[in-house]
């Protein structure tokens, strides 16, 4: 059964304390992983897609990486604007057509000024 | 680009009552996903649909959720004889095929 586990489940940081959340899956067949944020109230927004082990993103504080196992968000210097729910889901090729994505429960991030 | 539409924002409604919420995905993504989240949980997967054709739905889609999407474009998600259960934000997403999924803010439905 296709799976994914985040952690830490809640992060609270110091302003400018860097740090990596983990995203552990398990899935027959990873046709790709994403990376989503979610405020308060919000829809989840996305911020990043992988595709294969060893590949890289990065977005202004955020870099994603991804193994065969699991993938990371590092998050550099954060500011208290990152404060929010970060959500890890990965699509299986098993998944046919539909490209649901089964998700992780998410990391509370907290970043203190 | 206008994101995706959920309407309304918020609904309370009586158990027993049925509910209605509608979808406006981003123009011309012809993939519609509807997910149901509680808090401190990921969304699960409700239902998908490729244009106006609905092409999957999840075992926790009982009979009394139905979900529509007439002419490809907005959908529609019922709930008759709503329960307690049902206490959830519902989203929406839309895609163009092979590219992420973008949700709205959701409607969060409360049952009293």
């Known amino acids: 059964e296709d799976q994914v586990t985040q952690s830490p489940e809640a992060l609270r940081l110091q302003e400018g304390e860097s740090s990596s959340l983990n995203c552990s899956y398990t899935?027959?067949?990873?046709?790709?992983l994403f990376w989503y944020r979610q405020d308060p109230g919000k829809g989840p927004e996305f911020l990043f897609t992988l595709y294969s082990a060893g590949e890289e993103k990065e977005k202004e504080r955020l870099k994603a990486t991804l193994t065969k196992k699991e993938s990371f968000l590092h998050i550099t210097a954060p500011k208290p604007e990152d404060s929010a729910t970060y959500l890890c889901?990965?699509?299986?090729?098993?998944?046919?057509?539909?490209?649901?994505?089964?998700w992780g429960l998410g990391t509370s991030l907290a970043v203190n000024p | 680009d206008t994101g995706v539409s959920q309407n309304p924002r918020h609904k309370i409604t009586k158990r027993g009552q049925n509910v209605t919420f509608r979808c406006d995905p981003i123009s011309e993504h012809n993939r519609l996903y509807w997910y149901r989240q509680t808090l401190g949980q990921g969304p699960e997967f409700l239902t998908y649909f490729q244009n106006e054709a609905q092409l999957e739905k999840s075992r926790l889609l009982s009979d009394r959720f139905s979900a529509e999407r007439p002419k490809g474009s907005f959908s529609t998600l019922e709930i008759q004889r709503t329960e307690q259960g049902d206490s959830a934000m519902y989203l929406c997403?839309?895609?163009?095929?092979?590219?992420?999924?973008?949700f709205g803010d959701g409607t969060r439905l409360s049952i009293l």
């Open positions: 899935v027959s067949g990873l046709r790709g």
């Open positions: 889901a990965v699509q299986s090729h098993n998944a046919g057509n539909n490209r649901k994505l089964i």
């Open positions: 997403a839309s895609s163009f095929p092979e590219q992420p999924q973008h």
